[in-house]
C-alpha cells in the first residue's frame, strides 16, 4: 500500500503532528509505503524534530509529481490544491477540523477553506463532530472516523494521582496567544481573577505575540515530554477555545492526571464530562471561570475526584498504535471501494460557489455603505479639528494640569476615542 | 493467560459466564442454522457449550491462539469431529486457513463468532479486512464484541487495545454497512424462594436499556444473517459459594504475588548493596594495587629494569643504565 500525506511543512504543530504520528505507524506495517509530501514551494524540507522517523519518505511537491500512489491524502484545506496533481488511484481527506472556522469571516480563505468540503474524496476525520457535520454537508459522501490516539509512553497513565491539599491551584494554559479563537489571554484573565491561592502556568511557543501577562510562569516551547512533565505538575488545565478540532491538550493533562476547565467547544464531548473529569465553563464568562478554579482551589476533595475520573477516562483512551490500526483499516477500504461521485460533488461545490459570491457581494455592500456613513462624519470633524476653539483644546492636552483634572474623564474619553476610531 | 484472569472456566463467577453466555444465546439461532460455524478465541468453550444447551451445529471450527483451549472446547462442546485450530488472529495467513476450514460456497453459509477477541490483537486490521470481505462476497455472517473499557477502572494487562463508545464508532464505521448493534448491559437481581423448595424457573420482567444506558460490551454483526438477531436476556442464580471461592483465589494470588514481589524487591535490594560493596571493594583494590605498582616501578627503575606490566610505549628511554645507588 503507497500513501501519500500532503502537508503544507513540517513546522511543528497538532495538525502535523496527528499526521505525523499516523505516517509513522503506517510505515511500520509490512508492506505499506508512506510518503510526507511537502506542498508549500517556497519552503525548503525542514525535518527538524522529526528525524527519529527512518521509515518515513518525505519529498517536496515536484518530487512527488513523478510518483504514483495508492490513496493520496489531503491533510489540510490548501494541501488538497495539489491533491489532484499527484497521481494515485484514491484522493481522500483527512479533515482535522472544519478549517473554515479559523477564518474571520470576510476573509477570502474562510470561503476558499469551506469549499475544499465538496470535492470528490473519501473523507477520514478525528472527531464525531466533525463526521456528524460532513454527513450533513455531504450526504453519502464516505466518512471514516479515526479518533487522534496518544503517545501511551510519553502521556503515561501513572497508577494514581498525587493528591494536593497544601499547594495552590496549579492552573496551566496552553496555547497559541496569536490564534484569536484560542482565547489564551482569556484564560489568563480568568485565572488572574481568582480569589484563592493560585500558580499559573502558561505555555507558548510565542513570547512576543504572548506580551506581559499575569502569569507565574510563561514557559515553552516545549517538547512533548517537557508537556508531560508539566501536565503531571499540574492540577487544573485551562482552555477557552471556540474552535477546536479534536481538542487534544486536555487529554493529554487527563493522561498526566490534571483534571480540566474547558469551554464547551467542539470536540469537548469526546471525553469531558462535567462534575465527572473536568468543568465546562461558560462562552466568555470570565468571572464564572474564575469562580469555578476558585471552587477547585477551595474544595480539594472535588479537585481530586476529578483529577482520578480523568486518569479512568485517560485510561481507556486509544493509543496511536490503535488508532493508526483504524487509519490503517479506513485506507484500506477507500482504496477498495469506488471513487465517490464527481459529478455530485462539482454540482455541490458550484451551488456553494454561487452562494458564496452572494454572500461575498453582500460583505462588500455592507462594507460600502459602513464607509459612506463614515464619510459623513470624517468631513465634519476634520473640519470641527482645524477651528481656533479645537486647536486651543487640543494644545492644552498636553498640560500637566489639564491632565490631571482630566483624569476621572478617562472612561469617558476612551470610550469617545474607540468609537472615533 | 491464566484461566482465572481472562478465560472463562466452570469457576469463573456466575455473572460474568451469563454474561458470555447471553453472547452465545444471541448467535445460537444462526449457530444451529445448519451452516458452519467458526468461533474465533473460542477459550475453553464454556460459555458457548452453555448457550447451545443440547443443541449442536453440523460443524464447528473451534479457533484460539492456544492449541489446548481450542481442542478444550471441542471436548467441552462434545464436538470431538470439530476443527480444532491454532491461529495467530492477526496473520493472513492464519486466516486463510480459517476460510479454508469453512469451506466457503459448500452447503449453508458460515456464521463466525468473534467475541471479546479483537481487544487482545496486536493488530485487528487483517481481521477487520478478511471479516468484511467474506461477509460481501461468501456471504459469512459475523458477530463480533468489544468491552467498554471506559467503565473499569483498572487497566486489563492481556488487551492490546482499549475499547468504549467512541473506538467502537471507529470501528463500526469499518464494517459492512448493513450491520446490527447491541449495547449488552449488566443486570443485577434478587430472588425470594420457599424455603424447602426446589430450583424451578422464574419468569422475570426487567426494564433494561434506554437513554443514558451504559454498556458493558458493544456487539455489532454483519453478514446476510444479521437481520435475524433479537435482543435477549439471561438472569442466573448467584453461586455465592464459588464467587466467594473465585474472590478467595484472587485474593490469596494477590497476597501472594505481592509477598513475591516484595522478596523480590529485597533481593533485588540486597543486589544493590552487594553492588555498591564490590564497587568500594574494587575501589580500594585499585587504589592499593596502584600504590604497589608506583612502589615496584620506582624500585624497577632504581634497579635499570623495564616496568613489569608496561607496555612498549610507557617503557623508558634508552639510555645508559645508572647504576643502583
Given at each position: 500500500?503507497k ?8 513546522q ?7 499526521v505525523?504520528?499516523h505516517?509513522?505507524?503506517?510505515s511500520t506495517?509490512?508492506?505499506w ?6 506542498v508549500?514551494e ?5 525535518w ?15 518530487q ?8 493520496a491524502v ?7 490544491f ?5 497521481s494515485?488511484?484514491?484522493?481522500a ?6 478549517e473554515?472556522r479559523?477564518?474571520?469571516?470576510d476573509?477570502?480563505e474562510?470561503?476558499g477553506?469551506a ?7 473519501a473523507?477520514?476525520?478525528e472527531a ?16 471514516y472516523l ?7 509512553d510519553?502521556?503515561?497513565?501513572p497508577?494514581?494521582?498525587?493528591i494536593?491539599?497544601?499547594d495552590?491551584?496549579?492552573?496551566l494554559i ?21 480569589r484563592?491561592p ?16 499575569a ?12 508537556m ?8 487544573v488545565?485551562?482552555?477557552?477555545s ?9 487529554l493529554?493533562?487527563?493522561h ?5 476547565v ?6 469537548y464531548?469526546?471525553?469531558v464530562?462535567?462534575?465527572?473529569n473536568g468543568m ?12 469555578q478554579?476558585d471552587?477547585?482551589?477551595r474544595d480539594r476533595?472535588?479537585l ?6 480523568a486518569l479512568?477516562?485517560a485510561r481507556?483512551?486509544?493509543?496511536w498504535?490503535?488508532?493508526?490500526q ?10 477498495r ?9 462539482a454540482?455541490r461545490?458550484l ?7 452572494d454572500?461575498?457581494g453582500?460583505?462588500?455592500?455592507e ?11 470624517e468631513r465634519p470633524?476634520a473640519?470641527l ?8 483644546l ?5 498640560r500637566r494640569?489639564?491632565k ?15 468609537l472615533m476610531? | 493467560?491464566?484461566?482465572w484472569?481472562?478465560?472463562i472456566?466452570?469457576e ?5 459466564q451469563?454474561?458470555h453466555e ?7 439461532p ?18 458457548a ?10 460443524h ?7 492449541e489446548?483451549?481450542?481442542?478444550a472446547?471441542a ?12 491461529a495467530?488472529?492477526?496473520?493472513p495467513r ?11 460456497g459448500?452447503?449453508?453459509p ?5 467475541f ?12 477487520l479486512e478478511?471479516?468484511s ?5 461468501h456471504?459469512?455472517?459475523?458477530l463480533?464484541s468489544?468491552?467498554?473499557?471506559a467503565?473499569?477502572s483498572?487497566?486489563?494487562p492481556?488487551?492490546r487495545?482499549?475499547w468504549?463508545e ?13 450491520q446490527?448493534l447491541?449495547?449488552?448491559i ?8 420457599g424455603?424447602?423448595a426446589?430450583?424451578q ?7 433494561a ?5 451504559v ?5 455489532a454483526?454483519?453478514?446476510p444473517?444479521q437481520?435475524?438477531?433479537?435482543s ?5 442464580q448467584?453461586?455465592?459459594?464459588e ?5 478467595r483465589q484472587?485474593e490469596?494470588?494477590?497476597?501472594l504475588m505481592?509477598?513475591?514481589?516484595v522478596?523480590?524487591e529485597?533481593?533485588v ?5 552487594k553492588?555498591?560493596e564490590?564497587?568500594e571493594a574494587l575501589?580500594?583494590r585499585?587504589?592499593w ?6 612502589y615496584i616501578?620506582?624500585?624497577?627503575r ?5 616496568l ?7 617503557l ?10
Open positions: 500500500m500513501v501519500a500525506f500532503l502537508l503544507n511543512d513540517l511543528l504543530s497538532g495538525g502535523v503532528g496527528v505525523v504520528q505516517a509513522r505507524q503506517l506495517i509490512e508492506g509505503e508512506v510518503t510526507l509530501v511537502l508549500r517556497e519552503e525548503g524540507t525542514s527538524h524534530g522529526y528525524e527519529h522517523l527512518p521509515h518515513l519518505h518525505v519529498r517536496s511537491r515536484e512527488a509529481l513523478g510518483e504514483r500512489y495508492d490513496v489531503a491533510t489540510w484545506w490548501e494541501t488538497t495539489t491533491l489532484f496533481e499527484l494515485a488511484d484514491r484522493y481527506y483527512f479533515v482535522q477540523s472544519l473554515d479559523f477564518y474571520q469571516h476573509e477570502a474562510r470561503m477553506a469549499l475544499t468540503l465538496n470535492l470528490p474524496v473523507f477520514i476525520t464525531r463532530w466533525i463526521r456528524d457535520t460532513l454527513a450533513g454537508l455531504r450526504p453519502g459522501a464516505p466518512c479515526v479518533r487522534n490516539g496518544i503517545d501511551k510519553v502521556f503515561s497513565v497508577a494514581r494521582v498525587t494536593n491539599t497544601d495552590p491551584l496549579r492552573v496552553e496555547g497559541s496567544p496569536s490564534s484569536w479563537f484560542k482565547h489564551v489571554h482569556g484564560a489568563i484573565h480568568a485565572a488572574a481573577a481568582m484563592e493560585r500558580h499559573v502556568t502558561v505555555v507558548c511557543g510565542d513570547r512576543k505575540a504572548l506580551g506581559d501577562v502569569a507565574d510562569a510563561v514557559v515553552g516551547p516545549l517538547s512533548h515530554r517537557e508531560a512533565a508539566l501536565y503531571e505538575r499540574s492540577d488545565v485551562l482552555k477557552l471556540s474552535v477546536e478540532g479534536m481538542f487534544g491538550p486536555p493529554e493533562g487527563f498526566r492526571g490534571a483534571t480540566c474547558v469551554t464547551p467547544v467542539t470536540g464531548e469526546e471525553y464530562e462535567h462534575g465527572w465546562l465553563t461558560d462562552w466568555d464568562d470570565l468571572r464564572g471561570t474564575a469562580r478554579l471552587l477547585l482551589a476533595e472535588l481530586h475526584f476529578l483529577r482520578a475520573n479512568e477516562t481507556a483512551w486509544p493509543s498504535e490503535q488508532s493508526s483504524f487509519m490503517a483499516a479506513a485506507l484500506l477500504r477507500i482504496g471501494e469506488p471513487r465517490p461521485d464527481a459529478d455530485a460533488a454540482a461545490m451551488a456553494d460557489v454561487r452562494s458564496s459570491i454572500v461575498h453582500a460583505y462588500l455592500r462594507r460600502v455603505e459602513f464607509a459612506r456613513r463614515a464619510s459623513r462624519f470633524l473640519r479639528a482645524g477651528t481656533a476653539p479645537m486647536r486651543l487640543l494644545a492644552l492636552r498636553r494640569v489639564v490631571i483634572l482630566a483624569y476621572p474623564l478617562r472612561p469617558v474619553t476612551a470610550r469617545a476615542r474607540r476610531s | 493467560m491464566s484461566d484472569q481472562e478465560r472456566t466452570h469463573t463467577p456466575p455473572a460474568i451469563a454474561e447471553l453472547r452465545y444465546r444471541l448467535a445460537a444462526l449457530i444451529l442454522a445448519g451452516g458452519r460455524w467458526a468461533d474465533l478465541g473460542c477459550g475453553n468453550g464454556v460459555a457449550a452453555a448457550a447451545l444447551g443440547e443443541a449442536r451445529p453440523a464447528a471450527v473451534l479457533v484460539d491462539v492456544d489446548r483451549a481450542a481442542a472446547a471436548r467441552e462442546l462434545g464436538l470431538p469431529e470439530a476443527t480444532a485450530l491454532a495467530d488472529l492477526t496473520d492464519d486466516l486463510q486457513r480459517i476460510s479454508e476450514a469453512l469451506h466457503l459448500e452447503g449453508e458460515p456464521v463466525v463468532s468473534c471479546e477477541v479483537i481487544e487482545h490483537l496486536s493488530s485487528f486490521v487483517p481481521l478478511w471479516s470481505l467474506l461477509a460481501q462476497e456471504g459469512v455472517t459475523f463480533i468489544v468491552p467498554n473499557d467503565f473499569w483498572i487497566q486489563n492481556h488487551h487495545t482499549s468504549g467512541g473506538a467502537f464508532e471507529e470501528l463500526r464505521g469499518l464494517l459492512p454497512a448493513e446490527t447491541l449495547r449488552q449488566a443486570l443485577t437481581g434478587s430472588a425470594l424462594v424455603w424447602d426446589p430450583a424457573p422464574y419468569e422475570l420482567v426487567v426494564a436499556g434506554g437513554e443514558g444506558t454498556a458493558t460490551h458493544f456487539i454483526a454483519f453478514g444473517g437481520q435475524a438477531l433479537r435477549c436476556a439471561l438472569a442466573v448467584a453461586d455465592m459459594v464467587q466467594r471461592r473465585w474472590e484472587r490469596n494470588d494477590l497476597a505481592q509477598k513475591v514481589a522478596e523480590h529485597a533481593e535490594h540486597a543486589l544493590d548493596v553492588i555498591i564490590q564497587g575501589r580500594e585499585t587504589v594495587f596502584e600504590e604497589w605498582r608506583t616501578h620506582e624500585l624497577e632504581e634497579l635499570g629494569r623495564p613489569s606490566g608496561a607496555s612498549q610505549e610507557e623508558p628511554a634508552a639510555g645508559p643504565a645508572e647504576p643502583p645507588a
